[in-house]
């Protein structure tokens, strides 16, 4: 396939190196920024420049930027594209940018719009970071606005070959609640668990569980800051709700009360058994 | 060496079984279990029993139990042990064992008592599920009582052939404040986390950070209640610091203060980096 791709971040580079590697595709890139552009080749990401000439053959366009920024930067190459071409934007969140391709295909109705959202990373971004393996294993979750079954079950196999374990189908609506939760919450959890006092002595020692926790201290804050704000209404329940959960914790603590804190403890690890045996069916 | 090991748990079978490996050892074993016992023998972590006859030659002995159960399951060995043995307690928190193990110091001049807490674990409990390797590349944490030098360096010597990467010098106080933060906290923010309403649905993915974050949730609920209400006043604080921070970025969502929500996140970042930076040398 010719593939177009807009935004040679982590993941716009990371794409266009896996799709490189796999081959039997054409990938044409575009970036805002030059030095970007210029290292997306020399790194072998793309192809040649997604350009006025080079995106009428495009058979699938993937805009890898910030919610603020899809809308912008495809409306030039909209008028451009073959019937049947597909669009799919990579944003970590997908209310906004599936309002926006709701319209679009109603102005472009021979265009294919399918929202999709990668659930890989890493604690690092720019193209620098780009990785050819980075979504293997990983899961590939599409929201789509006006695919028929059979483009989705294409577009499904076609992420499958990236390396994805699995394509999951649903809604912006729920995408985004369950978002708030499995990532978003994380992210804050890590970056506000780093911020305790004593976490800037150097104890010559750390447990796995301190280093898990932190991991993602370490993310994007102005990509971050956009997804969390624009999701915020969900990750605002979700934060408070976790933060009820602990003061319960604290109040045993602070009473001394052993039965009271090993409850709290059980139910926890009685939630973490139930849920595991129910992911794993 | 002989080393006598009382309580047979995941820590205490899994030593066995690492001395077993390792070789040059020979392993007396205690629990009060008596299934335990035959499964220590079975699974092949002991060589022997610990009891009035085996523990008169005994070179070390390490208590792996709750710190409860230390003081009442060492007196009756006490006074059998010959001069120079060194006597080791497991416990995650260090205060309690610390000052009692001072008074025992007091009463048997010539044992020598060495706090330890090897800062390695699963999310699991008992023999069943002790293995040989559970100490490979963790952190071996003492505090000492009344060694000398020499023969601290000999202690140290012994837990790094046990795989452990590093053995970690300090005292009771800072030991306790420190795993307040670096394990105790961890297990009780991944505890928590899983307790959101929206964790038990089923989404068909999940990312790394929520893998990560909830990894601790499963923990045995019996062990970690008594150490974290022993350890309480440095847990506490630790918690309600970390929910006060968590809050500004509730506060940031609730306002969609994206400027204030980036420069919380940046926070966050920076202080990681900074923090692994300093860990690396």
Chains 1, 2 share one sequence.
């Not at 366009?61 to 071409?85: C, H, N, T």
């Not at 978002?179 to 804050?188: E, N, R, Y």
């Not at 796995?208 to 102005?222: E, M």
Request: glycine fraction near 8%; aromatic fraction near 8%; include cysteine.
């Amino acid at each position: 396939m010719k593939i177009g791709i807009i935004g040679l971040g982590l993941m716009g580079g990371s794409l266009g190196k896996t799709l490189k590697k796999i081959g039997g595709h054409e990938v044409f890139g575009y970036d805002n920024q030059e030095t970007v552009m210029l290292k997306a080749d020399m790194l072998g990401a793309i192809n040649a420049p997604l350009d006025e000439t080079t995106a009428k053959d495009i058979d699938m366009l993937i805009v890898s930027l910030y919610p603020s920024s899809f809308l912008s930067s495809i409306e030039r190459f909209l008028p451009l594209l073959k019937d049947g071409a597909v669009i799919t934007d990579f944003c970590g969140i997908k209310r906004k940018t599936m309002a926006e391709m709701k319209e679009l295909s109603k102005k472009y109705p021979n265009l294919i719009f399918v929202g999709g959202h990668p659930m890989a990373g890493r604690e690092f971004s720019g193209i620098d970071r780009s990785v050819s393996g980075l979504f293997e294993k990983a899961s590939m979750i599409l929201t789509n606005v006006n695919a028929d079954i059979f483009t989705l079950e294409k577009i499904k196999a076609f992420y499958l070959t990236l390396g994805f374990s699995e394509v999951v189908i649903t809604t912006p609506e729920y995408h985004d609640r369950a978002i708030a939760f499995t990532s978003q919450l994380c992210h804050i959890v890590s970056n506000a668990f780093i911020k305790n006092e004593i976490a800037s002595e150097h104890f010559g020692y750390s447990a796995g569980s301190y280093k898990d926790l932190t991991r993602v201290a370490r993310l994007n804050p102005k990509m971050w800051s956009e997804l969390m704000i624009e999701n915020g209404d969900n990750l605002s329940k979700e934060l408070d709700e976790f933060i009820e959960n602990l003061q319960k914790y604290s109040v045993a603590l602070k009473n001394g009360d052993r039965v009271e804190l090993e409850k709290l403890l059980s139910e926890g690890n009685e939630r973490k058994l139930l849920i595991d045996t129910k992911n794993k069916k």
